[in-house]
């Protein structure tokens, strides 16, 4: 999509949290983005196929995990997959270091992932966006069980110390 040809709206609740690097500073209030959902692959294809490609859902679909396939073979041989303006993967490991060059064997190696570099096409994508200040996710499920019970006019305004804990996602 071009910049600023039409905002896609993103919803975020507040929620009050700690500084992690200096837990005893006053907590501060920070933005919980919400999700809409979660896309997957065959979602994705269909998404192409409909938006117009020449091709099926299920040609799509097959080239999207031909390229999920492919791209974790090749980080199994060691290579890193650029995808263009998708990013790239590149592999990596985790390990427990030794005290010496003798002590270290493959046993070391406790992890082997990949590791995602976005491209620059995902950069700064504010100019794309307005946002939109929506209940807490608890908040929300308040006002769906009172409005189970009947009770009308449930009020969904955050309470100072309402909010997400952890990362930025409130999730659904």
Same mark, same amino acid.
């Given at each position: 999509?071009?910049?600023?040809?039409?905002?896609?709206?993103? %919803?975020?609740?507040?929620?009050?949290?700690?500084?992690?690097?200096?837990?005893?500073?006053?907590? %501060? !209030?920070?933005? &919980?983005?919400?999700?809409?959902?979660? !896309?997957?692959?065959?979602?994705?294809?269909?998404?192409?196929?409909?938006? =117009?490609?020449?091709?099926?859902?299920?040609?799509?679909? =097959?080239?999207?995990?031909?390229? !999920?396939?492919?791209?974790?073979?090749?980080?199994?041989?060691?290579?890193?997959?650029?995808?263009?303006?998708? =990013?790239? /993967?590149?592999?990596?490991?985790?390990? %427990? =270091?030794? !005290?010496? /060059?003798?002590?270290?064997?493959?046993?070391?190696?406790?992890?082997?992932?990949?590791?995602?570099?976005?491209?620059?096409? /995902?950069? &700064?994508?504010?100019?794309?966006?307005?946002?939109?200040?929506?209940?807490?996710? %608890?908040?929300?499920?308040?006002?769906?069980?009172?409005?189970?019970?009947?009770?009308? &006019?449930?009020?969904?305004?955050?309470?100072?110390?309402?909010?997400?804990?952890?990362?930025?996602?409130?999730?659904?």
């Amino acid at each position: 999509m071009a910049q600023n040809e039409s905002y896609q709206t993103v %919803k975020y609740s507040l929620g009050l949290r700690p500084n992690p690097m200096h837990e005893d500073d006053p907590k %501060k !209030v920070y933005a &919980n983005l919400q999700l809409n959902g979660i !896309v997957s692959l065959p979602q994705l294809a269909k998404h192409i196929k409909d938006h =117009g490609s020449p091709y099926g859902r299920d040609v799509v679909l =097959g080239v999207l995990t031909a390229i !999920v396939d492919h791209t974790r073979e090749f980080l199994t041989q060691g290579f890193k997959v650029d995808l263009g303006d998708l =990013g790239s /993967f590149q592999p990596s490991f985790k390990q %427990k =270091g030794a !005290v010496d /060059f003798d002590n270290f064997t493959t046993a070391n190696i406790t992890d082997y992932r990949a590791v995602y570099s976005m491209s620059t096409a /995902f950069d &700064n994508m504010l100019s794309d966006v307005q946002f939109e200040r929506v209940a807490t996710r %608890k908040a929300q499920q308040a006002i769906i069980e009172a409005e189970t019970k009947g009770e009308t &006019n449930a009020d969904w305004t955050p309470k100072p110390d309402e909010g997400g804990e952890g990362g930025g996602n409130d999730e659904p």
